[in-house]
């Protein structure tokens, strides 16, 4: 305890990044926003981020552009707190103070919300979003639910794309790198006063970085994606405006490299690092949708905001949305030649949000209520194909002595079914679907009241009603093996069918808030909140069951500061949680829940408690000069006591125990409009486990990067040319390990990024 504490008054002494922000509209004078002033609306107004009693971190699209920052995890490196894990498109993992949200299950709830402008887009598979043209990105920690829905169990990462504006402007940006990578984006921005649009577009492509020795496969983890959006201001009078913004996304990623320690390849043994030789199945296409390993995923998105003032001290906002997605991704999840396990994940779904909230605001009381429906459609369906002697062979070593993978790469399980058989099959193909489905409606009633009694002191209560309905489903097509009589994935059924399983919730979600302000730009903060995951209903070929909803008390406070050259914050949280939900891959064909083996679960682990510290700090002692860092510690993980069973003491999924970054970034005229900048910077993570439970070799440990980014402007920023680089000195580091291949007792191991570096052109008019 003495060796923690220690720790933790270090982490209260160290400092972390302060990070400008761009508001939605012009609430602060154009030197104030250079400065240090942090303007952001995560309370649904607009104020300096030094005001807002609730911990928060925020990226201007102007500063994610210094940074080098392109992708969502990429920006999560810069923000303590949080992690963003991205195995592909199709399944980002999101971590916000420990805590993980990345099931694909259309029955499960996520936990942390991600929000595009003003709609809950948190379903996993439909998640991802590209983050061009952005005007920022607000990351909330702690439970949110009076602002941002019941998702936000432990908080809300929130992205607001750029608005149109009055006038004629445009961008166009195009890059080359490494990987053959090729890059171009921009904008275009036309209108007056009363009405405008903007359109804005992004597409990155690049060759992948693990190389596959398949004769007929691509190398993995290929790039191509397009990303573009339209938006519509009309504003026929200061009180009222009308946002419509229609986006479109879509990847075409080569497969994921999923290695295995296991097996060999022509270029010698198994190495994460090293080739890969993953072959998919030949009946890829009709077995599994497609012929090729990689995803394949297209999401659509319409929004609909009107803000109208409409009395005095008065405003109604009504936020709608739609967003459907439907991906299909194919991958070898043995990580090998074999024809053993090849899987493809299809996600299917809809959207549906309306929020309409009321408020209020006068010199000692701001209020808001309001309403939010929530409807979502969803399935996630998984085909498997397989050979069956190879199956057989590589899961069970059936013929004693011809193996799997020779160490020369060579399939020997090929022959089991000549063998098995006696010569009379040499191919028996197999194929097997299950998946599981979910619509889930929620409606809810919000309040909020903020009092400030004197200039000093604020104080906030607010809730959140909610009853939700929640319908599962699950199917499953299991044909009985020539070799065996019955289905080869262990656990695996015919459902004949979907089954139902369907109940109602409510819960009662309240925030308090306290803000006392010491001085004009230093305040001091404290707040106490619930949040809560929905109960998962499992519907699984067994009997239905009720994993019981996820609650946390979060308790914080500290102190932020915003003043002269210098602006920044540091908190402490502490969390305890019931029921704590964690996700696991079946390894059993007699698991309690009814799925096959290699199918992911959710299940209570019981107790859990999380205390953290959290600083960021900018110093700006010039103009054109400003020094950053951030920290973040927490000493979190499921509790120690005999009640939670295998889980107790674990540390959760993928949470590292710290978490920094700093460096600094120059931007100075050297005269005749030509600018100099550069932003160099260091990451470090600490030691993370993949799975829980915890286990040494599904782990990784700690990971440091250096970034940056440099170049000249010319005509008074018109014109610029940038170089970059993302992890210069290669370091070599697993983006996640376990996986599906884990539930057959064959891990399988994803390597990270290697260096990336390339060349930018900018023009501006």
Request: charged share 20%; glycine share 12%.
């Amino acid at each position: 305890m003495t060796n923690r504490m220690k720790l933790l008054a270090a982490l209260l002494a160290s400092t972390a990044t302060g990070v400008a922000h761009a508001q939605e509209r012009p609430a602060v004078s154009q030197e104030a926003a250079e400065g240090n002033e942090i303007v952001v609306t995560a309370q649904k107004i607009e104020q300096r981020a030094s005001d807002v009693p609730i911990t928060i971190s925020a990226l201007s699209n102007a500063r994610m552009r210094e940074l080098g920052v392109s992708d969502l995890d990429e920006l999560s490196a810069y923000v303590p707190g949080l992690n963003i894990q991205e195995q592909s498109a199709n399944n980002p993992g999101i971590v916000i103070r420990g805590i993980t949200s990345d099931s694909g299950s259309a029955q499960q709830a996520a936990r942390v919300t991600l929000y595009y402008n003003g709609i809950d887009i948190s379903r996993s598979r439909g998640a991802y979003q590209a983050v061009y043209d952005l005007d920022r990105v607000e990351v909330i920690k702690g439970p949110q639910a009076t602002l941002f829905g019941t998702a936000s169990a432990v908080g809300a990462i929130s992205m607001v794309s750029a608005r149109p504006r009055a006038g004629f402007s445009g961008e166009l940006s195009g890059g080359v790198g490494n990987f053959a990578q090729r890059q171009l984006g921009g904008h275009l921005n036309l209108g007056s006063d009363v009405i405008a649009g903007r359109v804005a577009f992004e597409w990155k492509k690049r060759d992948g970085y693990v190389r596959n020795l398949s004769a007929t496969q691509g190398d993995l983890y290929a790039q191509n994606q397009l990303g573009v959006r339209a938006s519509l201001r009309f504003t026929p009078s200061d009180a009222l405006t009308v946002d419509l913004i229609g986006t479109y996304d879509r990847q075409r990623n080569s497969g994921t490299p999923f290695i295995s320690k296991l097996y060999p390849t022509a270029r010698g043994p198994a190495d994460p690092f090293g080739y890969a030789n993953l072959s998919g199945s030949p009946l890829s296409k009709s077995a599994l949708g497609a012929a090729k390993l990689g995803l394949n995923r297209h999401v659509y998105d319409g929004n609909l905001t009107i803000s109208h003032d409409f009395a005095d001290g008065w405003n109604f906002t009504t936020v709608n949305g739609y967003r459907s997605f439907d991906s299909l991704e194919i991958f070898d999840a043995d990580g090998s030649a074999a024809w053993y396990l090849e899987f493809a994940e299809g996600a299917y779904g809809s959207q549906i949000s309306h929020e309409s909230r009321f408020a209020y605001s006068d010199d000692h009381v701001r209020a808001s209520f309001g309403w939010n429906v929530f409807h979502e459609n969803s399935r996630q369906e998984v085909p498997f194909s397989s050979e069956e002697g190879t199956y057989l062979q590589c899961a069970a070593n059936v013929i004693k002595g011809l193996g799997c993978v020779a160490p020369d790469g060579t399939v020997t399980a090929a022959q089991a079914t000549g063998l098995l058989t006696r010569g009379a099959a040499t191919v028996i193909p197999y194929r097997s679907i299950f998946g599981n489905k979910g619509i889930n409606d929620s409606y809810s009633m919000f309040g909020e009241v903020t009092w400030t009694p004197t200039a000093r002191l604020e104080v906030t209560a607010g809730i959140r009603a909610l009853i939700e309905q929640r319908k599962s489903g699950y199917f499953a097509v299991a044909p009985k093996s020539v070799l065996t009589g019955a289905p080869l994935i262990p656990g695996q059924a015919t459902t004949n069918g979907t089954r139902w399983t369907q109940d109602s919730f409510q819960a009662f979600l309240p925030r308090f808030n306290l803000l006392y302000r010491l001085s004009d730009g230093i305040n001091l903060y404290g707040t106490i909140s619930k949040g809560r995951r929905s109960p998962t209903v499992n519907q699984g070929a067994a009997a239905p069951s009720l994993i019981p909803e996820e609650t946390v008390w979060n308790y914080e406070g500290g102190i932020k500061a915003s003043k002269g050259i210098v602006s920044g914050s540091l908190g402490v949280y502490y969390q305890k949680y019931s029921n704590f939900q964690i996700s696991r891959v079946v390894t059993d064909a007699n698991d309690p829940s009814g799925r096959p083996v290699g199918a992911q679960i959710t299940e209570s682990a019981g107790s859990a408690s999380n205390l953290g510290v959290e600083a960021e700090l900018l110093l700006r002692p010039a103009s054109w000069f400003s020094v950053f860092g951030n920290i973040g510690y927490i000493d979190g993980g499921i509790d120690k006591t005999k009640a939670n069973g295998v889980y107790a003491g674990n540390k959760f999924r993928l949470q590292p125990e710290v978490q920094a970054a700093g460096g600094f970034t120059v931007d100075a005229e050297i005269g005749g409009g030509i600018r100099v900048f550069a932003t160099p910077s260091v990451t470090y993570r600490s030691k993370i486990y993949f799975e829980v439970p915890n286990k040494e070799a599904i782990s990784q440990d700690g990971v440091m990067l250096v970034n940056a980014r440099a170049g000249l402007s010319f005509a008074d920023r018109r014109y610029e040319i940038a170089a970059y680089v993302r992890n210069a000195t290669n370091e070599r580091y697993l983006l996640d390990a376990g996986n599906t291949g884990g539930g057959f007792g064959n891990p399988t191991f994803i390597p990270a990024e290697p260096r990336f570096y390339g060349a930018q052109l900018t023009g501006r008019f």
